[in-house]
Structures are given as C-alpha cells and as structure tokens.
Nanobody, 124 residues
Framework: QVQLVESGGGLVQIGDSLRLSCTASGGTFSRYAMGWFRQAPGKEREFVATISRTGLTTSYADSVKGRLTISRDNAKNAVYLQMNSVKPEDTAVYYC?????????????????WGQGTQVTVSS
C-alpha cells in the first residue's frame, strides 16, 4: 500500500510560480509511474502531467505544456510539479497518483494510489 501526501498549494496571482510536492511512503517508489491530475469545481478530474519510473519520459496535457514541469527524485520518494506563469484556469485541487503501469499514462484508470490533494488558487 502506497501513501501519497501532496503539499505546496496555496493562493497565488496570475503569472506567479509555484512548486507542488508529493511524497510517497509504503512502497518502492521507483516501481511506479507518477502522475499529476487536477479537479476544478464542478468539473471532472483531468490529466496534467505524468513521468516514467526512471524520470526519463514525461508527458503533458496540451493546456499546460511549456508552463508546468513534472520531475521526480527517487532517492527522496518524491515527485514535483513546477508551475510557472500560472493562469486562473489552473485553479483546482491537484492530486498526485502512482501507477504500476509500465509506461506513463494520462488515463486515470492506470493509477492505483492517490493522494488527498492540495488546493491551488490563482487570483486575478
């Protein structure tokens, strides 16, 4: 059983930067592909970014390409989401997820473990 805890959310202004962190425990972190998803009020949870077990492969939603960067540190059992040039549409609860999938995936169903989420609010 893998436990995931997100941190780093908060209230920021348009154009600011923010780094979300997710720390894992209870499993072998390097065996899992990791993903970030988000859910805005009244909307379904959506894919943001994913990273392979080794960190060599990443993939992003079109809406965040060039602004958000996913990375991981297997020695620290952590995955990060660097958010630059944030926009009001980035406002959401952000969740990290771990999946045994061999390849990083944008599909929610490929992930086995989820954190509780961290709120990001972009003020205009």
């Amino acid at each position: 059983q893998v436990q995931l805890v997100e941190s780093g959310g908060g209230l920021v202004q348009i154009g600011d930067s923010l780094r979300l962190s997710c720390t894992a425990s209870g499993g072998t972190f390097s065996r899992y592909a990791m993903g970030w998803f988000r859910q805005a009020p009244g909307k379904e949870r959506e894919f943001v970014a994913t990273i392979s077990r080794t960190g060599l492969t990443t993939s992003y939603a079109d809406s965040v390409k060039g602004r958000l960067t996913i990375s991981r540190d297997n020695a620290k059992n952590a995955v990060y989401l660097q958010m630059n040039s944030v926009k009001p549409e980035d406002t959401a609860v952000y969740y990290c997820a771990a999946g045994r999938t061999l390849f990083p995936s944008a599909s929610i169903s490929e992930y086995d473990y989820w954190g509780q989420g961290t709120q990001v609010t972009v003020s205009s």
